[in-house]
């Protein structure tokens, strides 16, 4: 499994980002791909679920504090799944993880996770 994470940076509050995650060495459609974050100073038994998605069904879930700013969606022909974050607020500052495992649930729990691409910071600016 291979997961390549892009888009992150630097951005004012109010502000919008698109990350990107190119994924590679499995058989996508019949897995689970999801959006985790690891805020300043939390260790990585604190990372957080931000939002998970069934390649196979489409159904997404999303975590109480990025429902209606952030969306996630898959590109089947590219093995390639984004997170659109929009109205972004400082407390959206972490590093952004693109994980990916077989689909199990839609709890979207970091343990349900076993593929994990290396993180890209997203810094908002207040």
């Known amino acids: 499994v291979q997961l390549v994470e892009s888009g992150g940076g630097l951005v004012q509050a109010g502000g919008s980002l698109r990350l990107s995650c190119a994924a590679s060495g499995f058989p996508w459609t019949d897995y689970a791909l999801g959006w985790f974050r690891q805020a300043p100073g939390k260790a990585e038994k604190e990372r957080k679920g931000?939002?998970?998605?069934?390649?196979?069904?489409?159904?997404?879930v999303y975590a109480d504090s990025v429902k209606g700013r952030f969306t996630i969606s898959t590109d089947n022909a590219k093995n390639t799944v984004y997170l659109q974050m929009n109205d972004l607020k400082p407390e959206d500052t972490a590093v952004y993880y693109c994980a990916t495992d077989l689909f199990t649930s839609y709890q979207c729990l970091p343990a349900d996770f076993s593929g994990w691409g290396q993180g890209t910071q997203v810094t908002v600016s207040s």
């Open positions: 931000v939002s998970c998605i069934s390649v196979f069904s489409s159904r997404a």
